[in-house]
C-alpha cells in the first residue's frame, strides 16, 4: 500500500467517525428537547385521553360489563335529549355572538395608538374571562336582576328591564351572562393573530390596486380564518362545559348538560 493510500484510508476513516458523531450528538440533542415535552404528554394521558377513554367505554357497556346501546339510547330520549339540545343551542348562540363581539373589541385594541388602553383591556380580558362560577351569577343578580342595582336605577329613569319577556333567569338572560367571559376569552384568543397582520401587507395591496375590502377579503381573511374557527370552537366547548353558573343562577330549571351530569354524579336522579 502506498503513502498516499494510507492517508486516503486514514482520512477515510476520520470522516466517517466524525460523520458518527455528528448524528450521534444530533440524536442527543433531538432527544434532551423532546424529554421536556413528556410532562405534558403524561399530563394529557392522565386527564384527557384515559377519561375520555373511559367515558367511551362505558357509555357502551351496562352494569354486568356488557356491550349495550341502551346508554346511547337513554341519552337521546325525553330529559336527557332536550338538555342536548339546549347545551348546544345556548353554546352556539354565546360562542358566535361572543366571537364576533370580541374580534370587534379586539381589533379595536389592535389598531390604538393609545398603549395604556392596550395594557388595560388585555388585563381586565384576562380576569373577565377567568370569572365564573357562584359569583359571577350573584353579581348579576345584584346588578340586573329583578331587584338588581342597575335594574332599580334604571326603572327610575321609565326602563323596565323586565317589561318584555326577557328574564335573567331564563335562557337569554343565561346567554347574557356567558357573554361576560366569552367576549374577553375570545379577545385573548384572536388579538395575537390581528397583530400578525403587518402593516406592509395592507400597504402593498393599496399599491397594487386593492381596495380595503378586496385587502379584507383576499389577505386578512384567510390569515386570520384559522385563528378565528379555533376561538369559535374554544368559546362553544366553554360554554357546553359551564356548570356552576348555570347551576346557580336558574336552580337547575333550564335542562343543561352539565346539570345533568352533576345531578347523576350528586345522585339527584
Do not use: C
Not at 375520555?52 to 362505558?58: E, I, R, S, T
Not at 356488557?66 to 347545551?87: C, D, G, K, R
Amino acid at each position: 500500500m502506498t503513502t498516499a493510500e494510507m492517508r486516503l484510508d486514514s482520512t477515510t476513516a476520520a470522516g466517517g467517525n466524525s460523520g458518527r458523531s455528528f448524528y450521534r450528538s444530533r440524536r442527543i440533542r433531538s432527544f434532551r428537547l423532546y424529554v421536556g415535552l413528556l410532562p405534558f404528554f403524561i399530563y394529557s394521558a392522565f386527564f384527557l385521553a384515559v377519561p375520555m377513554l373511559k367515558v367511551v367505554l362505558l357509555a357502551f357497556q351496562n352494569q354486568d360489563k356488557h356491550l349495550t346501546l341502551e346508554n346511547i339510547n337513554e341519552a337521546m330520549h325525553s330529559v336527557y335529549l332536550e338538555s342536548f339540545v339546549q347545551s348546544m343551542q345556548l353554546s352556539a348562540i354565546s360562542s358566535i355572538t361572543g366571537a364576533i363581539l370580541g374580534f370587534v373589541a379586539a381589533y379595536a385594541i389592535a389598531i390604538s395608538s393609545i398603549p395604556l388602553l392596550r395594557r388595560v383591556t388585555q388585563t381586565a380580558a384576562g380576569v373577565f374571562a377567568n370569572t365564573g362560577g357562584v359569583p359571577l351569577a350573584f353579581m348579576f343578580i345584584a346588578s340586573v336582576g329583578g331587584y338588581g342595582l342597575v335594574t332599580k336605577g334604571l326603572l327610575k329613569l321609565g326602563i323596565d328591564l323586565y317589561a318584555g319577556s326577557w328574564n335573567l333567569f331564563t335562557f337569554s338572560g343565561l346567554v347574557l351572562v356567558y357573554l361576560y367571559f366569552q367576549i374577553p376569552l375570545m379577545i385573548i384568543v384572536i388579538l395575537p393573530a390581528i397583530d400578525g397582520l403587518r402593516l406592509e401587507w395592507r400597504e402593498a395591496a393599496g399599491s397594487l390596486g386593492a381596495s380595503k375590502a378586496q385587502f379584507w377579503r383576499y389577505v386578512a381573511i384567510p390569515l386570520l380564518a384559522p385563528a378565528f374557527s379555533g376561538g369559535v370552537l374554544l368559546l362553544f366547548a366553554n360554554s357546553f362545559a359551564a356548570y356552576a353558573t348555570a347551576s346557580a343562577l336558574t336552580s337547575g330549571t333550564i335542562p343543561l348538560v352539565p346539570i345533568q351530569i352533576g345531578a347523576l354524579v350528586a345522585g339527584n336522579v
